[in-house]
């Protein structure tokens, strides 16, 4: 994250065309489900200037693919740059904290990247993801037991979903689990205040918020330094061994910072997709229930019809051409999952829930190439916890009819808040 390096995206020019004046990512329609209006984008300009995000939006699989896989002519060096510049007082209230969070991972290049990737995902063996199973499933029986004895109708964002897959990475962290609500609401706030379009009064606020983020991670880190336990910071730090040429007790509380929000937010957001894209369809649900559905063709196909992450970002380095048409270097590019996942060239009947459609791996929900989502494993495997619980305590499970979908406006994070559920 480099909050004061937000300019270049207000600034951007490009050609307009009617795709540029068609695509608004913070229109109701579209927040509500953009996969309509994408895939007519798709099919008349798959690559165009966006003038509200100062971005070329690219929407094709095969070239979101090739953008993502080729990190010579791509940067991720704005991968987490917020959208909308800082007003005055927040660029402020940043810049005089000692806020600091360099670039190790998501938002790096080789060949530094190849260095920290191997270091901050040496860690994160199977056998480290397998042993956390017996928790995930404690958890999970936990939250899907008190569903089934409350009252319905209810929401399963609060009752399941929200705090799950924060309490999974916390337990990996050896995060205290009361800190569960405080860190999910940093984690929100870091949606907004990134990937949004906040007011001034919205930015000094969210500002403040993730100065305190920052020192929070550092502060665990520190507390991991002098008490290390069983857990990953732990880990990361016996595995330093002091030499900073590893990595720095600051660059290991950067990776903390990062962790705490993108370790559980996407995995929430993956898994209310899952439930509301599944349970309308009941005789899918029924044989899921039944155990004739293998599970983890449904975690797959659920994630690729709804990515928990509909876009991500990268700067051209020099001039390129996608799918004809000419974008000059230093443009920054917005890489649309979202309609990649439904590129009907890839994904036959891409609008269709198919469990178990041969090439459903091919999906870019977790990127692609050097960047592949290091906790990929994590989240399947906490997926398919989640769904095998419900299916199994509440076989009835299904949507209350006519409510709404409310989601958080931003261009990257498919979030909703609230599903509501009755059985």
């Known amino acids: 994250m480099r909050p004061l390096s937000t300019e270049a995206s207000s600034q951007a020019q490009g050609p307009l065309t009617p795709a540029s004046d068609s695509f608004d990512p913070f229109d109701p329609t579209y927040v509500v489900d ?13 690559v165009f200037f966006s003038p509200r995000i100062g971005s070329w939006v690219v929407t094709r699989f095969e070239t979101v693919k ?8 791509y940067s991720a060096q704005i991968a987490s740059d917020p959208l909308t510049p800082l007003c005055p007082h927040a660029r402020a209230i940043i810049a005089d904290s000692g806020f600091n969070v360099p670039p190790l991972l998501v938002n790096n290049d080789p060949p530094s990247h190849t260095h920290y990737r191997a270091f901050f995902g040496a860690p994160l063996q199977r056998e480290r993801i397998q042993a956390l199973r017996p928790f995930i499933q404690e958890t999970v029986d936990g939250y899907v037991g008190r569903l089934a004895a409350g009252a319905k109708p209810t929401d399963l964002v609060t009752g399941l979903t929200w705090d799950v ?13 009361q800190d569960v609500q405080q860190v999910k609401n940093w984690a929100s ?10 007011t001034e009064a919205e930015q000094v606020a969210l500002s403040t918020g993730a100065v305190e983020y920052y020192r929070y991670a550092q502060a665990l880190v520190q507390q991991k330094f002098e008490n290390p336990t069983d857990d990953y910071l732990s880990d990361l730090i016996r595995l330093r061994a ?13 990776v903390a910072f990062n962790l705490l929000f993108a370790g559980h937010e996407t995995t929430s957001s993956a898994a209310i997709n899952m439930f509301k894209v599944l349970l309308p369809d009941r005789n899918l649900w029924n044989k899921v229930c039944r155990g004739e559905q293998p599970l983890a063709q449904v975690v797959e196909e659920a994630l690729r019809i709804d990515p928990p992450v509909q876009a991500w970002r990268r700067q051209a380095k020099e001039a390129v051409v996608l799918d004809g048409v000419s974008i000059p270097a230093g443009a920054r590019l917005l890489l649309a999952f979202a309609s990649a996942n439904h590129d009907p060239d890839q994904f036959p009947s891409p609008d269709t829930f198919t469990p178990g459609r041969r090439n459903a791996l091919q999906q870019v929900s977790f990127g692609a190439g050097t960047h592949f989502c290091l906790g990929a494993p994590l989240a399947r495997l906490e997926l398919e916890v989640m769904l095998q619980a419900v299916a199994a305590r509440l076989p009835g499970l299904a949507l209350v009819p006519g409510q709404e979908f409310p989601y958080t406006p931003n261009t990257s994070f498919r979030a909703l808040r609230r599903l509501m559920v009755t059985w």
């Open 34 to 46: 953009p996969y309509p209006i994408l895939a007519e984008l798709r099919e008349s300009e798959p």
């Open 66 to 73: 090739a953008v993502l896989r080729d990190v010579q002519r």
């Open 242 to 254: 002091g030499d900073d040429a590893q990595a720095t007790l600051h660059e290991i509380a950067a």
């Open 189 to 198: 706030s870091r949606v907004v205040m990134t990937w949004g379009r906040p």
């Open 165 to 177: 897959p924060a309490l999974v990475l916390f337990k990996l962290l050896g995060v205290p689990a």
